[in-house]
């Protein structure tokens, strides 16, 4: 194992009715301008925005709304949301969504307490600043875990870059499952993978840890739960499990000791400055062509893969031939969570030169099973269309 620090500072609460239960007392901590920030309008639809903003104001606050947010968040809408923040003298954040809308909110807070701008800060000059302002998570979709990490991905439009971001820590997090119900399966589904692509970055990575048996066991508990959801959409068990199985892989105790892959990730941030298309389903195209190209380097641990989380039984068969065996299992679980397995089924468009843009900016890993070249990460892409 390799040596760690590990803090995790988030407080989570997690019941139906954790809003009206729990805001009274965490709102004595805080000032009176509360800025909530969403996405779509999906949060006005089902209620969710007027139970937030009527509780705020139960509490005393001026709320101030600031929607639009969107999947694979852009740095320009970041932004508008630190300029009014600053404008409004904001003492809160609420981040009222899912994994976009966290990460943005995230971004924001970086750049709040500063003059600077954010993205040059960070991303350019490598400098995380000091002092940030604070939020709070309602989380209305699981998936991403943003919710319990400090780290913020977005797109700069106009440098087609997709970066992740050192933003602060929630001050807390309120996850109610019961606001998960209103989420279309076709919405909530790309998220069930994205979970499980989180445990297989980790999973994948050089070396053994403590955490891989753990880490096993969640995975069968995503694809188990992913499964039995398309069977009962209806079910706030099912979706309840697989929401506080999304924050638990990004509490950051798997990645302890443990370098991770992340390649597919790598691939996928840089593939989304150009498509901005759902950050699930690129991982769902792309992760089952990569393990592919790799498989033969990493038998071993694929084949242990395919065994402990696939249920393959590898009696009589080589390690390569379980190995293959569980991602071929891998794929069927995208099948069954009716994710595209191709760029052209999911309606994205990649050109080659998109492609060779991507191969030639994109993160490449050194600490997963074999190190790619960018001519590999270019076949990679070009062989998901």
Known sequence: MQNFIYHMPVKVYFEQGGVRKYFPQEMNHYGRNIMIVYGGGSVKRNGVLDEVKSTLEECGKK???????????SYAKIQEGIALYKKEKIDLMIALGGGSVVDSTKIIAAGAEIEEDIWEEEVVNQRIPQKMGKYA???TISGAGAEMDNLGACTNELTHEKKTLTGPYADFVIEDPSYLMSVPLHV???GVYDSLSHCMETYFGRGTNVWDEINESLMRNIIRNGRALMENPDSMEIRSNLMWDSSLIQSFSFYTGCPGDFQAHGIENML???????HGVQLAILQPVYYDHIVEDGAEVF?????????????????IETAREGIAQLREFIRCLKLPETFSEAGIEVSEETASAVADTCNVSNTNVRQLTRKEIKEIILACR
């Open 188 to 190: 909530f589904t790309p």
């Open 137 to 139: 998570v309602v989380l």
């Open 272 to 278: 989304a400055a150009y498509t901005h298309a759902t």
């Open 303 to 319: 084949a242990r893969f395919a065994v402990n989380v696939m249920g393959v039984d590898h009696a009589g068969k080589t390690d």
């Open 63 to 73: 709320v101030i709304e600031f929607g639009g947010v969107t999947s694979s968040p």
